[in-house]
Nanobody, 114 residues
Framework: VQLQASGGGLVQTGGSLRLSCKAS????????MSWYRQAPGNQRELVAT???????NYTDSVKDRFTISRDNVRRTLYLQMNSLKPEDTAVYYC?????????WGRGTLVTVSS
């Protein structure tokens, strides 16, 4: 299983970014996919999840600002991030679980300047 995240960068407060995560080695369409993030000195936290049926869930701090989506044909997971805040600064990771194991992408850094 390989998960390749991209799309991070430096953005000003109030700006937008779209993260992508290309998956291989799994039947992407049937897997629940998630985005996590880890800020310096903090534990990794769940940001958003999308099921195989495209049901979504978000942590409270990103509701109404972030949108998780998936393209099963392209085997790609997305995270559209709007109205970014400095507290959104973190390394963002995509994640999936398969047969009891958890798989992580390398992570992409998002920095929001104030």
């Amino acid at each position: 299983v390989q998960l390749q995240a991209s799309g991070g960068g430096l953005v000003q407060t109030g700006g937008s970014l779209r993260l992508s995560c290309k998956a291989s080695g799994i039947v992407f369409s049937i897997n629940t996919m998630s985005w996590y993030r880890q800020a310096p000195g903090n534990q990794r936290e769940l940001v958003a999840t999308i099921s195989s049926g495209s049901t979504t869930n978000y942590t409270d701090s990103v509701k109404d600002r972030f949108t998780i989506s998936r393209d099963n044909v392209r085997r790609t997971l997305y995270l559209q991030m709007n109205s970014l805040k400095p507290e959104d600064t973190a390394v963002y990771y995509c994640n999936t679980r398969l047969r009891g194991s958890s798989y992580w992408g390398r992570g992409t850094l998002v920095t929001v300047s104030s």
